[in-house]
């Protein structure tokens, strides 16, 4: 499972309301582009999402329970972080083991998950290696592989390809989508890149000042945007 609603969600930083009241419903299994230019509010969406911030008001419901009060750790969700965050005197298998070490899974257990997960990544010959042994696609990797062994509701990723040149992007790009269909699970990615909108969701959310201009498939965004700003945003390629 993997629906997340937000019901009037909003955020305030001291003064400045960076959310207006927001409502969004994402549903199981989709994949949800958060897209619209820099300090838009992309970020704190997803970090509202992932319990990394408190909303202001208003609420989060993730499969049904109200998830607003939760501390990231019960929200199931895995978030993966641009600056892939791994430990750089670990193994990758330990890097990818170690939230399943954190919740004391048995090893045998953690074997297996690690395994699966190494496979579905192409990281199988990689394992022994240390993240500075690696490439910048795959150290991605293995961030993602670490969100994978947890079987999260939905994975968030803000903005994961940034870090990488462009033919390597393009790389990621296809590798995540394919992530997406083999595991049919919830993804809701942060960009500020039309391209990466367009060519990877399920439904692209426009945010402009942290309020949704849009809300839908890249098609529908494409033939019938709401307003000029969704119009120049998407129909502008870099
Ligand atoms: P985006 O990810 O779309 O670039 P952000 O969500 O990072 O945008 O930021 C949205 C707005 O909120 C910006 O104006 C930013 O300066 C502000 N902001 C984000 N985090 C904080 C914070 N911790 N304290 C104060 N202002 C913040
Ligand atoms: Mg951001």
Redesign the pocket.
């Known amino acids: 499972m993997g629906q997340i609603k937000l019901e009037k969600v909003t ?1 305030a ?2 003064n ?1 309301q ?2 207006p009241p927001l409502d969004l419903e994402i549903e199981d299994g989709e994949f949800v582009v ?1 897209v ?12 509202l999402i992932a319990g990394l ?1 408190d909303v202001t008001s208003g609420d989060i419901v993730i499969d049904g329970t109200n998830a607003t009060a939760l501390p990231p750790a019960r929200r199931r969700l895995a978030m993966v972080f641009q600056s892939y965050a791994l430990y750089p005197h670990m193994s990758v298998k330990k890097n990818i083991a170690f939230p399943l070490k954190m919740a004391k899974m048995p090893e045998d257990k953690i074997e297996e998950k690690v395994k699966n997960a190494a496979h579905i990544l192409n990281l199988t010959d990689y394992l022994e290696r240390r993240p500075g042994q690696l490439s910048g696609g795959q150290r991605q990797r293995v961030a993602i592989g670490r969100a994978i062994v947890r079987e999260p509701a939905a994975f968030l990723f ?2 994961p390809l940034s870090n990488l040149d462009a033919a390597l992007r393009v790389n990621m790009r296809l590798e995540i989508s394919e992530l997406h269909q083999s595991l049919k699970t919830t993804m809701i990615y ?1 960009t ?1 890149d039309q391209v990466e909108a367009m060519t990877m969701a399920d439904k692209i959310v426009v ?1 402009r000042a ?1 309020n949704i201009e849009q809300v839908g498939s890249p098609l529908d965004l494409y033939r019938s945007p709401n307003n000029l700003f969704v119009a120049g945003f998407i129909g502008s390629p870099k």
């Open positions: 955020k930083f001291g400045t960076v959310i958060f619209g230019p820099s300090g838009c509010g992309k970020s704190t969406l997803l970090r911030e803000d903005e942060v500020h945010l942290g």
